[in-house]
């Protein structure tokens, strides 16, 4: 709630609030003239001092009310004044005294009286720059004041709940500043818990470090702590783990405050705790960027993305228009998912030409009307069916959009001059046991094979399973706990490599800036988890028990779906690039009268839908693949 409406922050006093600024601006100068004089004559300033310091008093507030001005103090918002304007005011401070300096010694003595005392200068900046700074801050200590006893009062007292913060650096400091000042939060700090030692009985902006993590039972209990909140940006998996275990053994609820790319990309306020999910728990270091390499990339560059509107397509999208290039081109065949992204572009990126275009990518006419008209410098290929059971019943379609699709796409890449065609493969087109990881296995050869026909930089990039993509376990997992269960898993021993959506779009982007055509990336998926410890970890973040009130399931392997993800071949290998978590697989290419000839007859039997002819065909190509699930 806000504490003082838009009018009372206009008008305050009776004065609007810029001219009210101006007035206390110029009494403070005037005052810490005066008190500079009086200091310098210990308060018995002869009368002949009186005459040159009515003289002087217009001249310094010309001075320092021009150096204000010069230096866009009275931009600064009053209520948000913190150590960056502060530094600001002593910048103005030494400023200030030059001009005042120069008057001393540069002026002839036949007009002494413009001519200020030295020891009046030093403390007169002093005074009046420091003065100036200690408005602002009492006008903010006042304000935060008022806002918080206002928003208590509209609460009530009794609803505050003690709580406790685990995490004293800077995401902690941060969160405590945004939440005694708001005052609306609801919570009351008991006090912050950290495991560094130096840490331990200090005070943070009157919030005292009370403990450990393993305190947190003891602290508890003490104080009646309602619930726990991690105030760590980026905290690694493993502390995060230990963290909650703690909490439920205790037990008492655990929350967090926003991570880190939330909070820099303006979405959420640092005080605006959630509850664990768990993406927290799988979540890895954040991505370091090459930005120089991303720019020569895509700024000023007409970018295309294909599947747009998905999961990896979207956040693609909103990664690129970071970085400015001339013209977004947006390509989805699903209306309202291009609808949703275009607008959330448009409203976050204004400036950029954002370009929605409806198109199938196995409409051959579509696509070559589209490259015709736009001509795109970068291609990022995201659009393919990738659900394995469903491909395992539609074979067909696997073919025509996943591989007969991206065959087509990327020889209109080559024929309209693209600079680099980066196709989004998988790690299930390693020693693939399925449809789909058959049909992006030999997408991944028709772009090794294209990249030596054409100019262009055709690559591959490869990785495994994405939090909270379309169809994948989790949202599954999330809505069968809502339903109360049961949580169905194929195979107590199945175990899946995971990273995040924007982790794997910025991933993808990286791979794409470098490296020579033909290359296929593997991204470095971190450790797999095993699927019964993630379906066990959601129930719990749930504030349920698994195999009490929910219960686990297992259901048995399902057409073409693996125990074990890989991703690379053993025979591959991996070559490491500049970047830590890109590798380049080892992988040889295919004999190109075979791979055409199988792509001919992948064709005719995908058109007829011949479901033996198009598992043969993938297989003459992929000698590897074990194709022996149920059409």
């Known amino acids: 709630m806000q504490a003082i409406s838009e009018a009372e922050s206009q008008h305050q006093f009776g004065l609007p609030a810029r001219t009210l600024q101006y007035v206390l601006d110029g009494l403070t100068i005037i005052s810490a ?35 204000l001005r010069a230096m866009g103090v009275h931009s600064f918002i009053w209520r948000y004044i913190g150590l960056a304007e502060a530094a600001t005011f002593a910048r103005g401070a030494i400023i200030a005294a030059v001009p005042m300096l120069l008057l001393r010694y540069a002026t002839p003595s036949s007009i002494a009286q413009v001519r200020i005392p030295l020891s009046v200068t030093l403390m007169d900046v002093t005074l009046a720059f420091g003065g100036l700074l200690g408005v602002r801050v009492v006008r903010r200590m006042v304000y935060e004041r008022y806002e918080k006893q206002r928003n208590e009062e509209a609460l009530g007292a009794t609803t505050l709940k003690p709580v406790l913060l685990v995490g004293a650096g800077r995401a902690g400091v941060m969160a405590v500043k945004e939440l005694l000042g708001r005052g609306n939060a609801g919570v009351k700090i008991v006090g912050f818990v950290d495991d560094d030692a130096e840490k331990q009985g200090s005070t943070i902006h009157g919030v005292r470090v009370v403990g450990r993590t393993a305190d947190l039972p003891h602290l508890v209990r003490e104080h009646g702590v309602d619930h726990v909140i991690i105030t760590i940006a ?35 306020e640092v005080s605006r705790a959630r509850d664990v999910e768990i993406e927290d728990l799988l979540g890895r270091d954040p991505v370091q960027l090459d930005t120089d390499q991303l720019q020569s990339f895509l700024t000023d560059n007409t970018v295309m993305v294909t599947g ?122 390693v020693n693939p046991t399925s449809v789909m990881g058959a049909s992006k296995r030999v997408a991944e050869l028709v772009i090794q094979d294209l990249d030596a026909q054409f100019d262009t930089r055709f690559v591959a990039v490869r990785f495994g399973n994405v939090l909270g993509s379309t169809g994948s376990v989790i949202p599954i997992f999330r809505d069968q706990i809502q339903r109360g269960g049961p949580v169905t898993i194929t195979h107590p021993d199945m175990v899946r490599y995971f990273m995040t959506i924007p982790e794997a779009a910025q991933l993808v982007l990286q791979a794409g800036a470098m490296g020579e055509g033909g290359t296929i990336f593997v991204l470095d998926m971190g450790e797999p988890v095993r699927i019964t410890d993630l379906a066990h970890d959601m129930i719990t973040l749930s504030g349920l028990k698994p195999g009490e009130d ?44 075979l791979l055409h000839d199988t792509l001919r007859d992948l064709r005719r039997a995908a058109a007829t839908e011949d479901v033996e002819a198009i598992r043969a065909a993938f297989s003459r190509v992929v000698p590897e693949a074990k194709l022996g699930g149920q059409p």
């Open 550 to 593: 929910i219960e686990v399931v297992f259901t048995g392997l399902r057409p073409g779906e693996k125990l074990f993800e890989e991703l690379g071949a053993d025979t591959e290998g991996l070559a490491k690039t500049k970047h830590p978590k890109i590798f380049i697989g080892r992988i040889e290419r295919a004999p190109a009268q």
């Open 234 to 268: 980026c905290a690694k998996r493993d502390d995060l783990r230990r963290i909650v275990s703690v909490c439920e053994k205790i037990p008492v609820r655990v929350r967090i405050i926003p991570g880190l790319f939330e909070l820099l990309e303006g979405r959420v």
């Open 33 to 67: 003239f005066v008190l500079a004089y009086c200091l310098r004559f210990d308060f018995a300033v002869p009368e002949y001092m009186w005459e040159r310091f009515l003289v002087q008093l217009p001249i310094v507030v010309l001075i320092q009310v021009a150096i």
């Open 308 to 429: 747009g509107g998905g999961s990896i397509g979207s956040e693609l999208c909103r990664q690129i228009a970071r970085f400015q290039p001339s013209r977004l081109l947006l390509v989805e065949r699903t209306e309202f998912a291009l609808f949703t992204i275009d607008r959330e572009l448009r409203a976050s990126f204004p400036e950029l030409e954002i370009v929605p275009l409806i198109a199938d990518v196995g409409d051959h006419d579509r696509m070559e009307g589209i490259f015709r008209s736009f001509r795109p410098s970068v291609v990022l290929h995201a659009a393919a069916h990738k659900h394995v059971p469903l491909m395992e019943a539609n074979p067909a379609e696997a073919a025509k959009n996943n591989t007969l699709a991206t065959l087509d796409l990327a020889k209109l890449a080559g024929r309209y001059d693209v600079s680099v065609f980066v196709m989004i493969s998988t790690d299930k087109a």
